[in-house]
């Protein structure tokens, strides 16, 4: 989960006002916490990420830059800065730091991070090319390249397994979608329940790769 916050300072970066800055940075982690707590993410799993958008005076282009909560803390300009000089040289092709041309502070920036559980992903058995056990009968459909209604098997797709092989044309139905197969394609399932459609001349090259 993420929420992306960003407050205005357009002041030169050496005559920022130390305490403006802490206060619009706190007053945006305060509403970051406050939504990841009412998402239920529990401390251990935020992460905040501040940032700046810099520039050099009277120029066109920000860059943003990250920085610290330490540097925040402190008001460390010159840190700051220096990590400026680099990132606008890797953008632009070059740097005036050794001119000591002076930075402007447009934007501060901070991203409110709930790190969530990751889905974990399951290899399915092999279960055989044969997907008789997920056909739920038969009905007329329309065929483009025939011109006219034809009867085609329809599949249950979330009964179908690991290795089950389709001949088009078909129909396999879910209970967000419906996919049809045309006649001159053909379907493979592959370990994790994902359908693979491709041309049926091409068989050999996609059992290889999908059923290995």
């Known amino acids: ?29 305060d509403q970051g916490l406050g939504l990841l707590a009412r998402e239920h993410i529990p401390e251990d799993r935020v992460r905040l990420v501040y940032s700046l958008d ?8 920000e860059v943003n830059v990250s920085v610290t909560a330490d540097e925040i803390d402190r008001a460390d300009f010159s840190a700051m800065a220096a990590r400026f000089h680099p990132a606008h040289n890797a953008l632009y ?5 050794d ?4 930075l402007e502070l447009i934007n501060l920036r901070l991203v409110a991070i709930g790190v969530t559980d990751k889905p974990r992903f399951f290899r399915q058995p092999y279960a055989g090319a044969d997907p008789s056990s ?14 006219g209604f034809q009867d085609v098997d329809v599949f249950d797709g979330l009964a ?27 379907v493979l399932v592959d370990a994790y329940g994902s359908y693979t459609l491709y041309l049926s001349a091409r068989e050999a090259e996609f059992k290889e790769r999908i059923l290995r």
């Open 1 to 29: 989960l993420q929420h992306d916050f960003v407050r205005t300072l357009a002041a030169r970066l050496d005559q920022v006002d130390p305490k403006r800055l802490k206060s619009l940075f706190a007053d945006m982690r």
């Open 99 to 102: 001119q000591n041309t002076p």
């Open 134 to 147: 997920a056909r739920k009968g038969r009905r007329p459909v329309y065929i483009p390249s025939e011109k």
């Open 160 to 186: 179908l397994r690991h290795g089950h092989h389709i001949h088009g044309p078909a129909i396999i139905e879910q209970v967000n979608t419906t996919a049809f197969v045309t006649p001159e394609f053909d």
């Open 54 to 61: 810099l520039r050099y005076v009277k120029q066109y282009h």
């Open 93 to 97: 092709g070059y740097s005036l730091e």
